[in-house]
């Protein structure tokens, strides 16, 4: 009988493939982000993707291989804005799925991030932003 005891190998083929149907159709549940467990979250697709969502995740693994990858690609994916001013201690950064956490219950009417070179009051300027619209649902 085989024994699957070392998944590093599958984690590797499978990080950054596209969350599982089994999943969306579980998403689609909800009407509203809130807190999952993903329970042997393998590379961490659906994690990552939950996250993007605005949702809280624990994601549960076995295998170190998981942990470490699931950790470094929500951690890439939560790096701070890239925008010039992002290191100002007055200004706020929120990777976007804090962006939508801050959102959470309200009805977003309009969610864009915006990236470009451009120009403020102080000469040329890199924005990386989120443009928001959102309603109290
Ligand atoms: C087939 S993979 C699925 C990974 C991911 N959910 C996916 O769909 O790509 C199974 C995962 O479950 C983990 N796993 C297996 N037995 C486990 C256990 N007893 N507790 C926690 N994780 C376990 C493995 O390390 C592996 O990452």
Known sequence: MTRFSDWSGYIAHTTGSPPKPLYHRALALFDRPGTAVDLGCGAGNETLDLLHNGWSVHAVDSSEAAIRTVTERATSA????????????????????????????????????????????????????????????
Not at 90 to 119: C, M, N, T
């Open 78 to 137: 939560a790096l701070p804005a890239r925008d010039t001013w992002a290191e100002l201690p007055e200004i706020s950064v929120h990777p976007e799925y804090a962006v939508r956490e801050l959102f959470r219950g309200w009805q977003l009417e309009h969610f864009d991030e915006v990236e470009e070179d451009g120009k403020s009051f102080g000469g040329p300027k890199h924005w990386h932003l989120y443009e928001v619209i959102a309603a109290r649902a």
